[in-house]
């Protein structure tokens, strides 16, 4: 994968199993979150080839491609929440895609499913903020609606960039144990970018290990160490 003159990922050759919990480790510019968008098809590889649940994710396009989307989750680095609508809005937006278009549009009028919204907040521990406006959350908050949303799409595979990087200890657990259930609970599977090595060994069964762009370690979790784990969030001189 090539950005103009940069080279973003070069010779990755890896499949994921579903019921996986990967770790992507590396440290930054490593090109964890370029391989993210290319199992979600927000980029699409400059060579080589991605599929992702036996489909190119970069089709996105007519009713296949409105499928695929539906079973892929992300949660992104940047959140990509809408600030100015209130959180059920945004929570709403995991679903969309499987709402027909009329219902969709109601829903922002008069949101719909608002039940299973409040109970996936609720797990999150923001019940009581549906209906606030999700620009007067803080960043933890922020991000904890966009694993909310996760949790009413309901994906086979969740894609997650640094998905607790605003959380204190405590939330961040809980949060990748959510995700890691979301992915279990439903035979799914959790690739997500991770910085701190604890998580990576509590809550993942493989770590993936990415420095410039390749992969340099590809092993279970059971049986690395936080030490094993350091050199890989370290930038090379
Ligand atoms: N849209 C883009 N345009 C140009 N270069 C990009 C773009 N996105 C990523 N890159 C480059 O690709 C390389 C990998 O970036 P990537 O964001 O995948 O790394 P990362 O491991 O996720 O880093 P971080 O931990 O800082 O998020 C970097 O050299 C980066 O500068």
Request: charged content about 20%; glycine content about 12%.
């Amino acid at each position: 994968m090539r950005y103009g003159g940069t080279t973003a990922l070069a010779g990755v050759d890896l499949t994921v199993g579903p019921g996986e919990r990967v770790a992507l480790v590396g440290a930054s510019g490593a090109g964890k979150s370029t391989l993210l968008e290319l199992a979600n098809g927000s980029v699409t590889p400059t060579a080589g080839s991605v599929r992702v649940l036996d489909a190119d994710p970069s089709a996105r396009s007519g009713r296949a491609g409105r499928r695929l989307r539906a079973r892929i989750g992300t949660v992104h680095q940047h959140l990509e929440l809408v600030g100015s609508l209130r959180v059920v809005h945004n929570v709403n937006a995991g679903r969309l895609g499987t709402w027909p278009a009329a219902r969709a549009a109601w829903s922002l009028l008069r949101p719909q499913g608002v039940p299973d919204v409040v109970a996936a907040l609720e797990r999150v521990g923001l019940a009581d903020r549906a209906f606030e406006r999700t620009e007067r959350l803080s960043g933890g908050q922020r991000q904890r609606v966009a694993i909310a949303r996760l949790l009413v799409q309901q994906p086979d595979l969740v894609l997650a960039d640094e998905p607790a990087s605003a959380l204190d200890p405590a939330l961040a657990d809980r949060a990748l144990a959510l995700l890691g259930d979301l992915a279990r609970d439903r035979g799914g599977t959790l690739v997500a970018a991770l910085h701190d090595p604890g998580l990576v060994l509590r809550h993942c069964d493989r770590v993936v290990g990415l420095a410039d762009g390749r992969v340099v370690l590809d092993r279970p979790a059971a049986g690395l160490s936080p030490a094993d784990l350091a050199d890989l969030y370290e930038a090379p001189a």
